[in-house]
DNA sequence: CCAAAAGTGTTCAAAGTACACCCATGA
DNA sequence: TCATGGGTGTACTTTGAACACTTTTGG
């Protein structure tokens, strides 16, 4: 073995759609270094933890998100020198998908919501949390196009505009409702009729529809040119 | 900071095409843990290098692999507790794809490279390297559909039934040379014709290309069903 | 009735598939 | 000259894009 050790850490980009917008959720550091700066939330590894099993301990812990209807996957590590002034610490980015659930106890170390659209004028994150956000928004757009994972974003039960809002909120553009319904209606498991409506403030009323057990989308929806 | 600190290696798939099948570069351990056991090429991570010079240097290393014309980008993390009997050891995977160069002195040490085709029924390889090799080839084949990568698998110069070759062997599925042909010397950017042309065993003699500036591959080459 | 959102049908263009066919070379 | 692989042309099919149109609600 070698004298050169790493601490560990997991940070979590979080993403969620709400009021049509795509969000991210962030913590206010508390304690140096850049105490006081906006950041992902994370945390250092235990002992005897596998990195997927850390990343899911601290999304419950920091977002109050239980188990089921979420979807968090590895994104990448992190491990410039000098990332941290503390000494050597090497983060593995991972990335949660979930529905706008209302956030837990609001104490002076919750999280809260944020536009993505803004950041590049916000306050910058603390450590290289802007290149891993990045990396992470530009994961899930890429993920939204040939898997269902958009459906993460929702809550158990949707409707087909619910879904469509979700791609247009990642992707910053709209889609054609008429083509986006048959496209996704069609796609074989991705969405499953309940056989309930639901009325929403105006207009015919839209079919609720449960998520499918399929995960994979062929072909791929299409955002155009890019 | 914390206690519980980890040792941070970088692990590689290196992977190319010879005779018509995909291969990856192996060596074989001379050192416990499992010593003689056949292992992806890697190693520590020194004290202020970021991960992916450390490697780029085991690539350097290991296979003799200069700078220009090959691949290397970070593939995932793997930290799961006892996965190195040594104590808590977190790889970094990586990916090179490389051109089917001559390997350095053939010394003990030295890799060798391997049909990844019969991986299952050979001889497992160290800790948890056989899914990283499985990470890594599923990354390979998913990343040829949509950039153009397939060149990095070829020398400098090189003809349009060589870069099929390499879809063909990744993809271990024969594509149409007819269609092939037209799809990529139609995307922009792909090929840059040299003029110049080669001749093969027997047939009309193939043009030589150039890798063009291109990247992405818009719209993606089609694999059919998966 | 009217506005608005859900959902269907139809037309057109772009891209993939299949394959007939010609070209240029070595044996 | 023939076999072989390089390269082009073309018909057919699938899929996405655009949009007219019908359905069903709330005001």
Redesign the pocket.
């Known amino acids: 073995m070698r004298g050169n050790l790493f601490a560990v850490a997991v940070d979590l980009v979080v993403l969620t759609v709400r009021s049509g917008a795509l969000h991210v959720l962030l913590v206010r550091r508390t304690a140096p270094p850049f105490a006081g700066s906006p950041a992902l939330p994370g945390g250092f590894v235990r002992p005897h933890e596998d990195l997927l099993d850390a990343a899911t301990r601290e999304l419950a812990e920091e977002s109050g998100v239980p188990v089921p209807g979420h979807h968090l996957e590895q994104l990448a590590s992190y491990a410039a020198p000098g990332r941290d002034p503390r000494g050597r610490v090497l983060t593995v980015g991972h990335l949660a998908l979930v529905p706008d659930l209302p956030l837990p106890a609001a104490g002076p170390e919750a999280g809260s919501w944020h536009a993505v659209a803004g950041r590049a004028t916000a306050e910058p994150l603390a450590f290289d949390h802007d290149r891993i956000l990045a990396d992470g928004v530009e994961r899930a757009r890429a993920k939204l196009e040939y898997t269902t994972l958009a459906a993460s974003f929702c809550p158990p039960e949707l409707?087909?505009?619910q879904l469509r809002g979700v791609y247009e909120a990642v992707w910053g553009r709209p889609l054609?409702?008429?083509?986006f319904?048959?496209?996704v209606?069609s796609t074989d498991g991705f969405l499953v009729p309940t056989g309930r409506?639901v009325?929403?403030?105006?207009?015919?009323?839209?079919?609720l529809f449960r998520r499918g057990p399929a995960t994979a989308l062929h072909?791929?929806m299409?955002r155009?040119e890019s």
Do not use: C, E, F
Request: aromatic residues 0%.
């Open positions: 409707t087909v505009a054609d409702p008429r083509n319904q048959r496209k209606t409506t009325s929403g403030a105006r207009g015919r009323p839209a079919q072909p791929p299409l155009g």
